[in-house]
Structure formats: C-alpha cells, structure tokens
C-alpha cells in the first residue's frame, strides 16, 4: 500500500488543522493505521493510531483530547482532527499502516511494527 499524507501547513496556537492519510491499493481495510511526528533535532513519536475498520483507538498522552482520529475505508482514508494546537506539536506528521491479522488487532505505536510510510506533511504552530 502506498501513503500519501495531506493537510499539514502554520497555523496559530490554539487552532486547528485537518490531516489526511490517502492509501492506494487493495485491502485497506486490514491495515492498522497510525500518525507519528517528528520535530526538529527530536526522536519519531507515535501520536495515534486506528484499528482497521475504526473501531478502536488509541491516544498518546501528548495529544489526548486535542487530537482525533478516523477513518473512511470507502475512500481509502485516514483523518487526524487537530485541534487546540500547541508550538509543542511542531513537526513533521507521517502516516503508516501494517497488516495484523489476529482476532483482537493490537494498536501498536511502535515504529518497528509498521511497513508502509508515507512521505510526510510539515504542521508549523506559532506561538
């Protein structure tokens, strides 16, 4: 599956932003998706991350009720709702997606886990 993230761009503190995760390929409904950032001179962190029909979620603490995730497997999309922005979640936003075909998917947030990148969008929140 290829990724391709859109909807990064400035925005002042306390706005809000719109990302969007568009996946080609067949079967995007097995893939678990997540939103991890990057911000200068910093380690790749996990942000969230959807189960693979959507039903189920998971937040990091950073971000946790400020930022929504969902999807739409119609239209082969994934949407991260930022709101209540802050000059800390400056960075460079990525989406990526695994396959987990168990019963009970897991919602992993590891980066290791993940086999598909897209390329990223730059997020610049002024102060």
């Known amino acids: 599956v290829q990724l391709v993230e859109s909807g990064g761009g400035l925005v002042q503190s306390g706005g809000s932003l719109r990302l969007s995760c568009a996946a080609s390929g067949d079967s995007f409904e097995d893939y678990v998706v997540g939103w991890f950032r990057q911000a200068p001179g910093k380690e790749r962190e996990g942000v969230t991350v959807?189960?693979?029909?959507?039903?189920?979620?998971y937040d990091s603490d950073a971000v946790k009720g400020r930022f929504t995730v969902a999807r739409d497997n119609s239209e082969n999309l994934v949407f991260l709702q930022m709101d209540n922005l802050k000059p800390e979640d400056t960075a460079v936003y990525y989406c990526?997606?695994?396959?987990?075909?168990?019963?009970?998917?897991?919602?992993?947030?590891?980066?290791?886990?993940?086999?598909?990148w897209g390329q990223g969008t730059q997020v610049i929140v002024s102060s």
């Open positions: 959807i189960s693979q029909r959507g039903e189920s979620s």
């Open positions: 990526g997606a695994y396959i987990d075909a168990a019963p009970s998917p897991s919602l992993s947030m590891s980066e290791d886990e993940y086999e598909f």
